[in-house]
């Protein structure tokens, strides 16, 4: 079975995509949960020892490594997941608020999305532009896909040249399934309730 690499970034489809990779029989790794603050440092070490103990990759740091990996796993597939701009930032505000993470920050320099909107939004857009220069005309080896705008088995199954499954492809992580976001009161009236 040949290695899979998902290479977009966070909140693209990453999750719906290693549950269809799953589906499919490849086992998968998501993203990194370490918080190591040389993580920029460390990245390709920690990321190639899991190459031999899995056939397929997504979320980060896989998306930061596609060069690299290319260059060391010959014949491997890659996997662009993308979103609407405006949707992604949006996702993203919502669902990492405030918090930031020594990933983040060697992703987009500043560690939390909120109030750095348009630092996000550039370096998204860079990345796929990147991506999408460095596979260039390599159809065999890279496809793009938009699951939020309705892509999933013909072409993800096309690309790794295997039967569609009988089963819906799988829409994980979605707003409309969490919990809605809680006002900025909530969240202090929360944590005071807690604190004391």
């Not at 290695?3 to 790794?29: C, D, E, N, P």
């Not at 460390?42 to 056939?55: C, K, P, R, S, T």
Request: one cysteine or more; glycine letters at 8%.
């Amino acid at each position: 079975m040949e290695k899979v690499f998902g290479i977009g970034f966070h909140k693209t489809g990453t999750t719906s995509l290693a549950l269809a990779l799953q589906m499919l029989g490849y086992r998968v790794t998501g993203p990194n949960g370490v918080k190591d603050p040389f993580i920029a440092d460390n990245a390709l070490a920690m990321a190639m020892a899991l190459v031999e103990q899995y056939d397929a990759f997504q979320d980060n740091p896989w998306p930061m490594l596609y060069r690299e990996v290319d260059e060391r796993c010959p014949g491997a597939k890659f996997i662009l997941t993308y979103r609407n701009e405006e949707s992604w930032i949006n996702s993203l505000v919502n669902h990492f608020d405030k918090n930031d993470t020594p990933m983040r920050k060697w992703i987009y320099g500043p560690g939390s999305p909120v109030g750095n909107e348009n630092v996000y939004l550039e370096r998204y857009k860079r990345h796929n532009q990147e991506v999408r220069e460095y596979f260039k005309g390599r159809a065999s080896d890279f496809i793009e896909v938009d699951i939020m705008s309705g892509d999933g088995w013909p072409e993800l199954c096309g690309f790794l040249g295997c039967s569609v499954p009988d089963e819906n492809f799988p829409h994980a992580n979605k707003s409309s399934d969490r919990n809605p976001p809680k006002s900025s009161f909530s969240r202090v009236n929360n944590f005071l309730k807690n604190f004391f």
